[in-house]
């Protein structure tokens, strides 16, 4: 039995990555990391402290001044670099699939084809925009010729969370190298592996050294000392509302351009009319890919009345097939959540949802995978008879493989509950009837909104949240605007 990797422990990247080379903290501190699957310690973190990030940022700036290597690569140069670099992680994507699998827990070959596979189409798809991105001549003025120019917005802060460390980072790296920013990354202090090798790697494929530091550390340390220094002119945060709202005060303090992709609670909508197969498939993808650590998970599932039963029974049909699994094994689907805290947070969510009265109907349990029950498992869960309203686990992001279902009367109650929360990250319908997807894909107030489909991503499709999900949008053309100053000239002709 491929009951864990064979090798935990070797060639990790444990180290910060500054101005091209990797280094000890100063910091003076080292936090364990811990395969999930197992609850081994394969190596411990040196941390970063504000001087390592200020070090980091000081490279950043010199790279932007007239002369430095990277102020002498033009367009063509950056994009040479990023597709490079997609060639680069296409045949080391075993071995950076393994540090993603190391780090979250997710299985390998989700790692290899979903988390690396993304990964190398971000970066071919913002190599494009490299050698895209154009200003504009305006119309003829007597007297005046006007046109705009866009130019890099400057050094980059850049913040990550540990569900997708490979893929969150790369949404921002290579948009901002595409524009001739130079980036800090602080990935979370679970899951540096994978951006860490990427860093290495980019600079292998000719990124000047500075143009890209990874900054690993703790939030309160490395990531408010990135977020507060003056070097830094925008700032790319994803991670939890609770800190993203921190993260924009700090933000606006000196005026830096912020771009935050936060927490959801996203409706997934079923209607009488759906195909009730594929739906009950759509849901288990909804929200147990991944865990559940999804920040677009499908949590809330929202019913139609007269299907609720029908409907039930092939959910629950799927949800029995999902079971547990060591991430390292080539059928596993379902790997541990990411961390001891993480798991009893998501059964804490259990508790509550029993106690305040929702209806348990599958999992609710830690797995048993292993013969010394070790491991960070969690059975999939489903809650029947959720009340919007009022249940903690139909309000609050739990980020695991909890489903909350929600009776709604029709077409328009569905509309009406889906938006009755602080969030709007994104959202689902499954329908035969294609009037009716639009008007619930219109009306639902979400950043992405699939129709008869679940928790799919395009790098030419931009992603980000209404309301309490978040400022602005990555991915797509629309990213470039996020790297990118406008300015506008005017030359006197008179
Ligand atoms: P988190 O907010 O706890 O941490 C996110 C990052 O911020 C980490 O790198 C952390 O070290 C850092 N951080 C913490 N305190 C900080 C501070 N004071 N200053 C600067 N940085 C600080 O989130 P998490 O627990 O890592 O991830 C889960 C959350 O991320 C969920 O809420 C989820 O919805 C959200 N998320 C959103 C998206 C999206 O695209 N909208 C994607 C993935 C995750
Ligand atoms: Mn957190």
Redesign the pocket.
């Given at each position: 039995m491929a009951d864990s990797a064979p090798d935990l422990t070797s060639n990790l990247p444990l180290r910060p990555f500054i101005d091209g080379k990797p280094v000890d903290g100063t910091s003076g501190r080292t936090s364990p990391l811990v395969f999930p699957g197992n609850e081994q310690e394969i190596g411990r973190l040196s941390e970063c402290s504000a001087a390592d990030v200020d070090a980091a940022v000081r490279a950043a700036r010199r790279e932007l001044e007239p002369g430095s290597a990277w102020s002498k690569m033009g367009p063509n140069d950056r994009q040479r670099i990023l597709y490079r670099i997609a060639e680069a992680l296409r045949s080391r994507a075993d071995e950076v699939a393994r540090l993603e699998t190391l780090n979250t827990g997710k299985p390998l070959a989700e790692a290899k084809f979903v988390d690396v596979g993304e990964a190398i189409n971000v970066f071919e798809y913002f190599a494009g925009w490299a050698t895209k991105v154009t200003g504009e001549t305006l119309p003829d003025r007597p007297g005046a010729f006007l046109y705009t120019r866009r130019e890099p917005v400057g050094v980059v802060g850049a913040?990550?969370?540990?569900?997708?460390p490979l893929d969150?980072a790369v949404w921002k790296v290579a948009p901002a190298i595409a524009a001739g920013c130079c980036i800090v990354l602080?990935?979370?202090?679970l899951t540096p592996f994978s951006i860490l090798k990427v860093a290495e790697i980019a600079l292998e494929c000719g990124l000047p050294p500075g143009v890209f530091s990874v900054v690993p550390g703790?939030?309160?340390v490395a990531?408010?000392a990135?977020?507060t220094h003056p070097g830094v002119d925008k700032v790319a945060?994803?991670?939890?509302?609770?800190?993203?709202k921190?993260?924009a005060k700090e933000c606006a303090e000196h005026v830096k351009r912020c771009t935050l992709?936060?927490?959801?609670k996203s409706p997934n909508v079923v209607l009488a009319d759906a195909d009730l197969d594929a739906a009950a498939r759509g849901a288990t993808v909804g929200i147990f890919y991944n865990k559940g650590e999804v920040?677009a998970a499908g949590s809330r599932l929202l019913v139609e009345d007269s299907v609720h039963d029908a409907f039930m029974e092939k959910l629950l049909a799927r949800t029995a097939k999902m079971v547990p699994q060591d991430p390292f094994h080539p059928k596993s689907r379902l790997g541990p959540v990411v961390s001891k805290g993480q798991m009893e947070s998501v059964l804490g969510y259990v508790e509550k949802g029993k106690a305040e009265g929702a209806k348990l109907v599958a999992g609710g349990t830690r797995a048993k995978v292993r013969e010394d029950g070790k491991g960070y498992y969690v059975n999939p869960t489903v809650f029947d008879e959720v009340d919007n309203d009022r249940h903690s686990i139909a309000r609050e992001?739990i980020?695991g493989p909890v489903l909350s279902v929600i009776r709604v009367k029709d077409e328009a109650d569905a509309v009406a509950v889906g938006n009755r929360t602080m969030y709007g990250?994104a959202a689902a319908v499954w329908t035969r009837d294609i009037k009716k997807g639009l008007r619930v894909a219109h009306g639902l107030k979400g950043g992405t909104v699939w129709i008869n489909s679940y928790n799919m991503y395009d790098p030419a499709l931009p992603?980000?949240?209404y309301k309490a999900?978040?400022w602005g949008r990555e991915l797509g053309s629309v990213a470039m605007d996020a790297y990118t100053e406008v300015k506008s000239v005017w030359v006197d002709l008179a």
């Open positions: 913040i990550t969370p540990w569900n997708f969150l602080k990935p979370a202090s703790s939030g309160s990531g408010a990135l977020i945060f994803t991670g939890s509302t609770e800190i993203g921190w993260v992709e936060l927490g959801g920040c992001e980020f990250l992603f980000g949240g999900s978040g």
